[in-house]
């Protein structure tokens, strides 16, 4: 079992940054790629990043691309998201997921946060 626990949610002004961590506990961080997807009310689960195990590898979602920095810590068991120049549409419920074989696919990803809100004001 992984535990995850989302942090750093809030408000913020459109233009404005964020960084969210992830806190991971149980079996071994290293082993397992992780993910940031969001949710807003009444719509999908969205990718947003993912980065490799190893943290050699990212990779991201069209709609924050050149915006948000997956980066990991694996001395820390944490894993962040930076998020730069918000977007009123970036408003949603924030998850960070591990999977061994996780990729952008909500489905390769064996364990889940809670979520952390993020509101961006416009």
């Known amino acids: 079992q992984v535990q995850l626990v989302e942090s750093g949610g809030g408000l913020v002004q459109a233009g404005g940054s964020l960084r969210l961590s992830c806190a991971a506990s149980g079996r071994t961080f290293s082993d397992y790629n992780m993910g940031w997807f969001r949710q807003a009310p009444g719509k999908e689960r969205e990718f947003v990043a993912q980065?490799?195990?190893?943290?050699?590898?990212?990779y991201y979602g069209d709609s924050v691309k050149g915006r948000f920095t997956i980066s990991r810590d694996n001395s820390k068991n944490t894993v962040y998201l930076q998020m730069n120049s918000l977007k009123p549409e970036d408003t949603s419920i924030y998850f960070c997921a591990a999977g061994l074989r996780g990729n952008n696919l909500a489905r390769r990803y064996d364990y889940w946060g809670q979520g952390t809100q993020l509101t961006v004001s416009s």
């Open positions: 980065i490799s195990w190893s943290g050699h590898s990212t």
